[in-house]
């Protein structure tokens, strides 16, 4: 038989009973042999040495579209900007360089690291004149300046409404100060948000190369099409079929709608939603498919958002924000479930967490089905809602580099003993359940190493322990960074192990990450992506 390629290494296959090879065949993009080739003949050989090969990292909660704005805006970041005086600085060259008018956009500033909110007054100072917009690293809140707020129709930041959902902050004549929450945000992010086509695709391709040279053969895109607090501006099914078809696209990626494009059809069956022609989850190629429908149920941690029961350090009066009543929950999910979506929701504080569980729960109870229905984030979590989850078969999707990136702020606002419950891992899987890896990029890097390294090391940027009961094993968390996101969007099938069969993705590391001291995972590099088979990131070493 003649193949396409074969491929020889040290390969980790995910697969417990066969855990270790040495040669792939690789044939139309899927693995046609594992060791066993004798008598293939290829087209061509790639030969990575002693290079320890790991199946393709899948980020589950990785905001494609979201990445690549961020990387062509001004980087506000720690450590690329340490203190407001930089952030104010960094914004002042970018709008120096702009034309008068054009939009300038900053990005993942994070006030517990600047000392404090920028502010309109701050901006106005720095951007000539031209309207701003800078974006919270949680993606859950934005400055905007008074140029800003003009445009939305809110002259000198006054008569600027307040929205459900959201919370516009205020100074003691009620004139705006800049800082917008939640669904606050959204009449400024549509006004800033108005690209071309072609600006849309340059971001795609940005997020695309940064994710290939992360190892990231797939992706699971956490809410496109028009609605919700991080989805305003976002392409439609068609930008991304584009880029694909040009190849500015290299992951397979596995796009979330957001809830409120979904809606009742003239002919359809009473108390469901859906997209029209009774498109739900599942349609689609090994490219381009529709995961599951996505809700925003309540606002952030580190924002101080989120919806929990407890209030926050120092906030007596501070329970976060519901996006959505519980009975807007209820009513939502319900017709998602019945119309054959998987629903994945936002929900990070464990007052939320309740909210969503309640309502799968009953939708369960009415129409029971296998529907691997999703709790994003799934943050600020008891024993009980643990318990819940699992018994549901309710999917967590945790963020583990949000340990280093945001742990020691999440220690200030919850206290250490809340926090002993947050971004579990260790429990959900002795729950028994399958847990998918995330980054949340652009709100964290998107590099799935760091978080894997957060996993198993569970250390905050200073040192401190973190919910260190929840430390997983190496292999562990490359599982939920391979099979664990795969079974969440029901593709476990396809990619996430090395067997015959299964897509010919994988990356090759610079070390072997199951021998080398925890502390160094962070400092693995990939050296190559293949995706079907083709070498899209690093030297293929071709013999």
Known sequence: MHVDAIVTGRFHTGIPDRPEAHT???????????????????RARHDFGDKRIVPGFHDAHHHHAFTGQRLAMVDLRYPAVTNLDEAYAAIAERAASL???????????????????????????????????????????????????????????????????GRVIRDSDGRAEGLLQETAANPIRLLAGDISEAEIEETLRLASEQSISYGLTSVTEPGILAGGTMGTNSPVVASYQAAIEKGLVKPRLTVMPFHQVLHE?????????????????????DRLRFGPVKIISDGSLIGRSAAVHDCYCGEPDNYGVMQLSPEELHEAILAYHRAGWTVATHAIGD????????????????????????????????????????????????QGVFISEFGDGILDALGPERTAGTYRMRSLLDAGMVVPGSTDSPVSDANPLKSIHDLVNRRTASGAEFAPAERVTIAEAVAAYTYGSAYAVGRETDVGTLAPGMLADFAVLDRDVFTIPSEEIEQTEVVATVIGGEVVYGDPHTA
């Open 99 to 165: 034309p008068a008018g054009a939009w300038v956009k900053g990005t993942g500033y994070d006030q517990n690291r600047l000392g404090g909110h920028p502010t309109a007054e701050g901006l106005d100072a720095v951007t000539g004149g031209r309207p701003a917009i800078i974006e919270h690293v949680s993606g859950h809140m934005v400055v905007a300046n008074t140029a800003a707020f003009e445009l939305a129709g809110a002259p000198g930041r006054e008569g600027f409404d307040d929205i459900p959902g």
């Open 24 to 42: 792939l065949a690789i044939h139309h993009g899927r693995i046609v042999a594992v060791d066993d080739v004798e008598g293939l003949t290829s």
């Open 351 to 398: 007052r939320a967490i309740d909210a969503v569980l309640d309502a799968v729960a009953e939708a369960q109870r009415q129409f029971p089905r296998e529907a691997r229905h999703r709790i994003e984030h799934f943050a600020i979590a008891t024993d009980a809602q643990v318990a819940r989850c699992a018994e549901l078969g309710v999917i967590p999707v945790p």
């Open 265 to 285: 059809l003239e002919h359809g069956a009473e108390g469901w939603k859906t997209l029209d022609m009774g498109i739900r989850t599942g349609l689609g190629d």
